[in-house]
Nanobody, 123 residues
Framework: QVQLVESGGGLVQAGGSLRLSCVAS????????MAWFRQALGKEREFVSA???????YYADSVRGRFTISRDNAKNTVYLQMNSLKPEDTAVYYC?????????????????WGQGTQVTVSS
């Protein structure tokens, strides 16, 4: 079992930056596939980015070139660096872990979730 705790959200002006962190506990995530999803008010949860256990990274088209996912297995932590933020990036951001092969983009395919952290981008 994996426990995930996100942090780093907040209020930022458009064009600003934030770095989200997701700290895992109870087991090592070094062999897990990790992802970030987000859910805006009134909308479905959507894929943002993922990091495979072997270092491959994936991005939604809406964030590619602005967001960067990284991981520090020694710290059991996954990060999401978000630059050039836009008001449409406003959402609750969730960290997720998949303990199986593959890096899908659907929330149903992930095994563990954090509680989320709010990101609000003002115009």
């Amino acid at each position: 079992q994996v426990q995930l705790v996100e942090s780093g959200g907040g209020l930022v002006q458009a064009g600003g930056s934030l770095r989200l962190s997701c700290v895992a506990s109870r087991r090592s995530i070094s062999s897990d596939n990790m992802a970030w999803f987000r859910q805006a008010l009134g909308k479905e949860r959507e894929f943002v980015s993922a990091s495979s256990w072997n270092g491959e990274t994936y991005y939604a088209d809406s964030v590619r070139g602005r967001f960067t996912i990284s991981r520090d297995n020694a710290k059991n932590t996954v990060y999401l660096q978000m630059n050039s933020l836009k008001p449409e990036d406003t959402a609750v951001y969730y960290c997720a872990a998949r303990l199986r092969v593959g890096v899908p983009r659907y929330e149903r395919d992930y095994d563990y979730w954090g509680q989320g952290t709010q990101v609000t981008v003002s115009s």
